[in-house]
């Protein structure tokens, strides 16, 4: 499954496919549902291991600093077995699309579908 990148990201090329690789890893290992909340706002609810929220803050500060027309609001709480995290992601209308791509790919990637 590709994933287009837009213009804006500052990311340099060589680094792009381990930030792909570790939004993937995230997406496999926690994302348990994603909502979209109209064209420019998606929320995801991901479970994990104790340590979840720092990963997912610490992803999302760095993505953030290559692509900044994203904002990432992490909102965690200790769950039976670990953390459960709600991440809202929100981005400018111009860039509705790249959302749209990035919320597909967790659908995808959380439920299995790899390629």
Known sequence: MSFDVPDACTLPTAERPLRLAEFDDLFATAVRRVDPIGATHAR??????????????????????????????????????????????????????VLASLTQRARAVSAGATS
């Open 44 to 97: 995801l609810h991901l479970t994990g291991p104790d340590g979840l929220a720092d990963r997912v803050r610490d992803l999302a500060a760095r993505e953030t600093g290559c692509c900044s027309f994203f904002t990432f609001t992490t909102t965690g709480a200790p769950a039976a077995d670990g953390e459960a995290v709600v991440l809202d992601i929100e981005v400018p209308a111009a860039h509705a699309d």
